[in-house]
Structure formats: C-alpha cells, structure tokens
C-alpha cells in the first residue's frame, strides 16, 4: 500500500484503492494487515477479505486422481470448501477495521 500511495501519480490523482488480502489464519496476521490499512483509510475504499487457499491438492477417490488438473494438481481452492475461512476472514477483520 505505502509505494503505491507513494508513486507521484496515483498520489495526487486521489483515485480510491481497494485491498486484496490472501487468507489468514491467525490474530497477529489480521492485527498487522488491519495496522496497515487502517493507516490509510482515506483512500482504502473496501478490502476483499479472502484470496483463494494456495497449494491445495483435492484427489477424486473414485478416480484416484487429482481434481485440479494445471500445476500437477495443485491449485488454489475457493467456494464451499474456503467459505468458513472466509466469513471468519471476515469477522475477524471487521473487528478491526
């Protein structure tokens, strides 16, 4: 956030900036990435709690093979299975922000 505000351009152009966080896991991850936006509330406009959850590898039992075809399998995970992780990104930042 902080070379972003601080390039000239963007600067002075007083365009809104949205955040996209990765998912976090623990308090001191939603502590510091709050410190951060917080700082800079007057152009942060919205944050996107939640990426999709990196290095999964999902296996088709019936198949016995991997569901995410690219990267041999590996892949990032979003939907159902991150949804929980996600409202609690959620929750836990609100109560920061």
Not at 15 to 20: A, M, R, S
Not at 51 to 60: E, K, R
């Amino acid at each position: 956030i902080k070379q972003v505000l601080g390039h000239k351009g963007f600067a002075a152009s007083g365009i809104p900036l949205g955040v996209k966080l990765a998912p976090y896991y623990d308090a001191p991850h939603y502590d510091q990435a709050a410190a951060i936006i917080n700082k800079q509330k007057a152009r942060v406009r919205y944050v996107v709690t939640m990426n999709t959850i990196g290095n999964c590898l999902v296996i088709d039992t019936e198949t016995e093979s991997a569901i995410i075809a690219p990267k041999g399998g590996f892949g990032g995970v979003a939907g159902g299975f991150a949804k929980p992780i996600a409202l609690a990104n959620v929750a836990q930042l609100r109560t920061r922000l």
